[in-house]
């Protein structure tokens, strides 16, 4: 038994910031401490709320007060402070809070470790680059071993962990990789967008940014593949919740079925949140912290297939399953219970 | 056969505008002299795209440029202008160009005899309140001899035309009525708002200004009925076109089926886009100019229901059918091929 | 601290078969013994399925084995057994299991005192009409007391259910009451239909069985009026799970706003999965055992809206209340970590 | 100007029929005669109907009486029979009625010219094989001169199309192609089941027939393609119509992206419902017989995206479009005022 843990959220009001809350208040050594937001702070016209004025849902589940108190003093006073933030904005958080609290990011900006990479992707400089190697990168089936002793995490973006589960262990034997992954609205974030208007986004599918988008950097660097080879082409589907993703690959070597499936079970073997199927349906993992993943063989060429829920394995979920590794917890507590909804 | 008419749109990149072409561009007699877009307009960063820049899914069916020239010239070479604009718009441009041609406005503008109650819904003082009079209430299954001599059409408010044509039948015999009414998300307009963001709308249901929605004076005023004899219900839907809209009654007196359906039948056995139906469904009528309309007798008690598609027969397809009659045309030209589409 | 009980469920493959499992597989003190399925037991082609191999999204989960074996070898080896069957299945097994252990019962087949109504609204006489006075109806926030004693329940229908929530505090007061009600897809069960063909339901609006649904019997009995003060419009929405409900109310006598909330605050503050909220969306109890309440006052005249998820308060979430209370647990064992999902 | 032409429908009461009516209704040259429809028979139950007592969206738009009268007495009373059955029901037809009309096959029966494909990609012997070397595959972009004089023609299927328009102008060039290729829930018909119920299309996205599904051996056969040169993804998606496909290339040797550019262009100058555009969404060709086709280029790799509506440009607008060239009328006569519903 262990005693609790303070938890303070920034940022709280997101899809990202909710979704943490959902999961958090289910976790048994979880004390959630402070819940802040700039836009409810107390010099906004907002002050006064509770998280479940804003989202109504929480009511009976989370009632805690909305506070934009000073981040120095948030740090101080909690274990672990998720940072559930659009990017750009917790490199201004993050030198604050830095070696007073374990930090995990939610956001981009601690994700890549080259700085140039970044400005590229995201169109301005690091504001705090010296940051960037105090990070793990909080892709656990990837790097246990270091979250367990890491003090800060940048939780990986919800495509590239798709295609990082996906392809992770076939990860050097790769010539080219071309994805296809098409997501739900709710990774477009809260703030109403043309992209996201309900008469736009239903029975519409549209790709975006293809072969530019940001999580682009991530994947390769965490593949270590070159940009070269991948082609990837984000797209946006008519739902909510989720991520669908499939991979087309050529390899170095030709591989037998029985090599490449040994190759998943082996890598997955001890990986609580990863289901090997025989195909894989976006509905069988939407709001659990799953990811599904299917090997196909069309002629000797290899399609994988992968799914997960976008806000929970692509963020809150990954985000506490980091947090449960950091902190000597289970790794899958708060989040087992957390079945699929389905239908 | 007719010369065509010269048809000019202002505010032409809203749902509004875009459905007005759709159906435009099919008609015989019409050209599209001027789209005109303020945001678009020679003046901003956006000047020099065609409609069809704007919202691609029109490119090779209208091609026209968009523009923001002055009023008073468009109103002078055209016919006929539609007004699609927000409310509180349409009563800066009436002024420039009222008696210089044809009015239709689809805004809640002119729609009130009563410019106190418009200014107790809509928020401020009318602007030019001693129009209000030059602009017949564009139903034309009530109004139709005003409209063939009209030149000022007031396009009646979606919501309202649902609960008018359901209703019309029975006016004078109410003692009170009830309505329950689902809309889809397009009728709240392009602008991204937190109601349309496709991630809360999707799969939700939510009732929003019960007993205080704009819409309530207008049908007070065509069925001629108290405040106190109407409760409405205006209910936001998961889906993009249409509006379903349930009537519970009591009346002054008591009916049996067979004249019910006998006031039905009479008052529109000449009106080509209403359809009696033994029961209606929303999909019958999406993409078409067509009120379905369904009378349910519960123990006594009737239960009136009615289906339109909001961009259609409640705004585009009705403001086309009351430029036919205003210009002498088929009540139905342009509007009768469009059938609904379906599934 | 409790020792686990034993829980089977018969009929466990249909939607309300997996949600029970989704819920009960965190409760603290129940262990799932039989998952009994006819389509797939011992003397059918599909048996030796898990109940993951036929819903996938309980993989890692929920792995045990489909069964077909004697339903009384199942009760004499179970605490409790949930009936998941379709109405009229129930009270084919109800006589076999009924005293050997303690039965809830998800079907129709008992809940309705009077075997003529069952037989009216069911359209065949029932088998086992001395059963009927041996279940109680199982609303807790009605009959709880007799549900701590109670060794039989009939779970209530997922439309009865909310409009008894909505209207209960009202009891004894109402002249007349019009409902209507928008259910989404699941609550027409796993089996395909033209009703729930995804091209037809999706983006459709429709009303069914207007004035003669087969749970208005159950909502008379339990608000004990008459058939006369009840219209009740049950109607198709283009959404997977829940029930909106609206109620337009006439009233034998005037009350207060403050009146009224009183009677609401004063039913309800016990109730744990009751929220009094000052508008409803539908969005806000997906996935949860809420009931969540709404009181509008237009003119004097009152409207009450209830939420639920029709799978959850409707179905399998009030069944495990049921079974809390009956076995000694804490009502909200189970149900309280499922928080609503959202967005 | 033309003399109105005699169609018939068989199998009138799926979605393809419904469409081929939606469309058909607008056609200035088209008198519809005969509806047939087996299971609205003379001998059925349900013999007496019109097709909007089935459908009753058609209601005032078609009202024709639905038969199953004798289908050498319809090809002899019709010039252009439509065959909108499922692939094995048209083989039985066919030889009835061949040569005796022109036919238009919206099955899968003859679209393939080796029997031996036939059977292995839909389980069962041909029962007319001879047949199959009287029809011209219907693809207007690519046998346009055939279709002039052709006398029966196999229309695509709806993968299929989409796949051919998006990759024709490549033909000759293609080392390999991978396809991604998503699916509204109408592909599969009106005969409801599981993929398509309600409950578990929506929100799901699942890929399906990986490799082996039935349109493959008929894009190979259009594009002179070897199997293996093709790898074909098939997906369902939670939408109603449309297909988006997206195509990733390796080529025998390099192309510039002008080269590309000219290659599409050149091959569709002529074609009136091919739009080349810089992105492509699938709402944008809702509604509509366009194909809209984007071409992007990622460091060098060629990705070009195509997104048709499957019941029309997929089945019945292609269907017309082949109906119009044989007829010697304007290939875009019917269609070309059926612009896409947006939103």
């Known amino acids: 038994m262990f005693k609790k843990i303070n938890i303070s959220i920034i940022g709280v009001t997101g899809f990202t910031g909710i979704e943490l809350i959902r999961l958090l208040v289910n976790h048994p050594y979880v004390k959630l401490k402070y819940l802040v937001s700039k836009t409810h702070g107390e010099h906004s016209k907002d002050y006064g709320q509770k998280i479940s004025d804003v989202w109504p849902h929480l009511k009976n589940i989370c009632d805690l007060d909305l506070t934009d108190m000073d981040v120095q003093k948030v740090a101080e006073e909690s274990d672990v402070v998720f940072l559930a933030l659009p990017h750009h904005e917790s490199q201004k958080i993050v030198p604050i809070i830095i070696n007073k609290t ?49 003090q800060n995490i940048a939780n990986p973006g919800c495509f590239a962990i798709t295609a990082e589960l996906a392809i992770l262990p076939l990860k050097g034997c790769i010539e080219h990789v071309s994805l296809f992954a098409i997501t739900g609205s709710s990774g477009a974030g809260k703030k109403p967008q043309d992209e996201t208007h309900h008469s736009i986004r239903n029975h519409n599918v ?110 809150a979920g990954t985000a506490i399953q980091n947090m449960n590794i950091m902190c000597g917890f289970d790794e899958t507590l708060g989040l087992k219970p957390i079945s699929p909804i389905f239908p």
């Open 102 to 150: 374990k930090i995990i990011d939610l956001s981009a900006d601690f994700r890549l470790h080259d700085k140039s990479l970044y400005a590229q992707y995201y169109d301005h400089e690091h504001d705090y680059a010296e940051g960037l190697s105090q990070f793990i990168y909080g892709l656990p089936e990837l790097h246990k071993e270091k979250i367990v002793s890491a």
């Open 206 to 315: 549209t790709s975006y940014k293809i072969g530019v988008h940001q999580h682009i950097p991530e994947i390769i660097q965490e593949l270590e593949i070159e940009k070269s080879q991948l082609t990837f082409v984000p797209t946006r589907g008519p739902f909510t919740r989720g991520i669908h993703l499939t991979a087309y690959f050529y390899f170095q070597k030709k591989f037998s079925q029985k090599k490449i499936m040994n190759l998943y079970k082996k890598t997955y073997a001890k990986a609580p949140f990863v289901r090997m199927k025989k195909n894989v349906q976006l509905a069988d993992v939407i709001g659990s912290n799953f990811c599904d993943i299917a090997v196909h063989n069309v002629n000797g060429k290899f399609i994988i297939q992968a799914v997960i829920d976008n806000l929970v394995r692509g963020a």
